[in-house]
């Protein structure tokens, strides 16, 4: 694989390498020309890279791409020198402010929920992409690990634990994902009532949108769930498809969950786009094998929602943080969560 990602980046080509939770396995798809293929519905097998806001996806199709399969190469060292997780340059009242007028909406009853965001710019070495990709892979090996470059759509790299959903056949699984807590034993978290609402109201709206496109759904009780540094609570739900052509139907019923955008899904999304202050692009979009599994077609999907990501251009990435927000949110207590969750990014650096 390491040649043809050589001739990729060399020749400015398009290309996706990736590798599933818990798995060993890398898998590469080299686009053969710089063409830029997009689609507003999924239909074909291919790998889809979807932004959070507008129907058009970017999409390889596996008969234009040379696939590759490897193990991963855990041969890789971490940096001594670490970044600070709080950036000077970053503008905290505009994101306390942010919050603020958040609340304030939902204590006026036009949203219950929205997930709120910040961008930040940190300076990074132009050589070094590929140890950052290894790094992502040795340090989260239950997320989903991702670097994908398309000439006419950019750099991303990132490590999402979040599952959009997962189709084999007519089976569907998918998770509820919220609240977030720093690293801590497990034995011991104790979870607030604003967490706790925020992943009821995650886990209700995803129940919802399963129901029109699926019959015999079951779910667990929530639990408590590490990812990389960051803990959370999770719930996982299962269901069966009443119809095999409504796979589809559920991604577009499901994107963007709560755990990105809010709910309900438009009011939240419309607070997004109209105060936030910068254009989201593909963070809190949805990426993964779409009718396609490792190397192979297949009636198969496995889609994962992008976060925990950046956007590389040069010597500069940008990082995409977000948190929940509620009517008992803490606007202060918001902007230091987006702090820790800058860790995970900031760490491979």
Same mark, same amino acid.
């Given at each position: =694989?390491?040649?043809? &990602?050589?001739?990729?980046? +060399?020749?400015?080509? *398009? ?5 599933? *939770?818990?798995?060993? @396995?890398?898998?590469?798809? /080299?686009?053969?020309?710089?063409? &830029?293929?997009?689609? @507003?519905? &999924?239909? !074909? ?16 199709? *596996? ?6 399969? $490897? ?5 890789? $060292? ?6 600070? =997780?709080?950036?000077? @340059?970053?503008?905290? +009242? ?18 219950? !929920? ?8 940190? +300076? ?8 950052? /990709? !290894? ?16 000439? !006419?759509?950019? =750099?991303?790299? %990132?490590?999402? *634990? ?7 056949? @007519? ?7 919220? %609240?977030? =807590? ?42 408590? /769930?590490?990812? %990389? ?37 438009k009011a939240a999304h419309d607070f997004i786009v109209e105060n936030e202050g910068y254009n989201r692009e593909f963070y809190g979009g949805y990426l993964g094998e779409w009718k396609f599994n490792n190397l192979d077609y297949s009636d198969n999907s496995n889609l994962f929602v992008n976060l925990r990501c950046m956007k590389i251009e040069k010597s500069k990435a940008y990082l995409f943080l977000g948190g929940g927000v509620n009517k008992d949110s803490d606007p202060e207590s918001e902007y230091y969560e987006t702090v820790n969750k800058s860790k995970t990014v900031k760490s491979i &650096?």
């Open positions: =694989m390491n040649e043809l &990602l050589v001739k990729a980046l +060399s020749e400015n080509l *398009p290309f996706v390498i990736y590798r599933k *939770p818990n798995d060993i @396995n890398r898998f590469g798809w /080299f686009q053969s020309d710089n063409q &830029l293929n997009t689609v @507003n519905e &999924l239909t !074909k097998s291919c790998f889809v890279f979807a932004p959070f806001s507008g129907e058009e996806k970017v999409v390889f199709y *596996p008969d234009e791409c040379q696939l590759d399969q $490897d193990t991963q190469n855990f041969d890789i $060292d971490f940096s001594e020198e670490e970044l600070s =997780m709080e950036n000077s @340059n970053v503008d905290k +009242s505009f994101h306390i402010q942010l919050v603020s007028k958040g609340i304030e909406a939902i204590k006026n009853d036009s949203i219950k !929920k929205v997930v709120l965001s910040r961008k930040e710019e940190v +300076s990074i070495n132009e050589n070094s992409y590929e140890i950052y /990709f !290894k790094r992502f892979l040795k340090k989260y090996p239950t997320a989903f690990v991702y670097w994908f470059y398309h000439p !006419k759509v950019g =750099m991303w790299m %990132g490590a999402t *634990p979040e599952q959009l959903v997962k189709i084999e056949h @007519n089976k569907v699984q998918t998770v509820a994902l919220a %609240g977030t =807590m720093v690293d801590s034993d497990l034995n011991d978290v104790v979870w607030g009532d604003k967490e706790i609402k925020e992943q009821q109201i995650v886990t209700k709206f995803i129940v919802d949108a399963l129901q029109p496109f699926t019959e015999n759904l079951q779910k667990t009780e929530p639990y408590t /769930f590490k990812a %990389g540094s960051l803990i959370h609570i999770k719930t996982d739900i299962q269901a069966e498809l009443s119809n095999k052509e409504n796979g589809y139907k559920v991604v577009k019923a499901l994107h963007p969950t709560p755990a990105l955008c809010g709910f309900p899904k &650096l």
